[in-house]
């Protein structure tokens, strides 16, 4: 099977992009308190959550078949990671829906807290930083350079959100999210534009093929 490289990464940047406007939207909508929010804006939030899951999943089913010619299990590992964030996602919009019928319920906001924490946090810091980031700098796809931003700021994440969990801290650290966003930032917009780079030796070892200009 080839694969366009310069096209499948453009289709990668445009994913994770509405990953940023999507999750950012939904936490404009949702505000610090969902409790005393309209709802009206708890539907658009939930919306842009819907189509955050969307495009989760997306970026998933993109890279599969790049990341699988390397290392098929981490590649699988990717996706399932991609699942379970979007399945923490998906009870906090639950969670949020119910809002809009039982406004004076902490424990659904609550719910939405910690799957915010479970799922955007210390599965993403797992699966798109410490993962993908991995696998991205194996391949060579993306300057290894930045996958390894990726590859060391998502443990970050991850443990920040584990010492919130244990009680250590609070609230998760605003510092201890900066690397993942770079990454996925750098990501998103380095595919975009330029397309994925062709491995060294990859015509020897899988069919994939750059796109010519």
């Known amino acids: 099977m080839n694969i366009d490289l310069q096209a499948r990464g453009r289709l990668v940047g445009i994913l994770f992009a509405l990953t940023f406007i999507t999750g950012i939207a939904a936490v404009v909508f949702y505000t610090d308190d969902p409790q005393a929010v309209s709802d009206a804006r708890l539907g658009l ?55 809009t019928d039982v406004r004076d319920s902490d424990v659904l906001v609550a719910v939405k807290d910690w799957t915010f924490l479970l799922g955007p946090n210390f599965v993403v810091g797992l699966s798109n930083g410490l993962l993908l980031g991995y696998l991205l700098y194996r391949t060579g796809l993306v300057p290894r350079g930045m996958a390894m931003v990726g590859m060391y700021g998502g443990p970050v994440l991850t443990l920040a959100a584990v010492a919130v969990m244990v009680g250590a801290v609070d609230e998760l650290p605003k510092l201890a999210a900066a690397p993942e966003i770079v990454w996925e930032g750098f990501l998103a917009t380095y595919v975009a534009v330029k397309g994925f780079k062709a491995p060294a030796g990859a015509r020897d070892r899988a069919p994939l093929v750059a796109a010519t200009a």
């Open 45 to 99: 939030g939930a919306v842009c959550e819907l189509l955050l899951i969307a495009a989760n999943l997306g970026t998933a089913v993109a890279l599969f078949p790049l990341l699988r010619q390397r290392h098929e299990a981490l590649a699988l590992g990717y996706v399932a990671g991609r699942v379970v964030e979007c399945t923490f996602i998906a009870v906090g919009l639950l969670s949020v829906l119910a809002l």
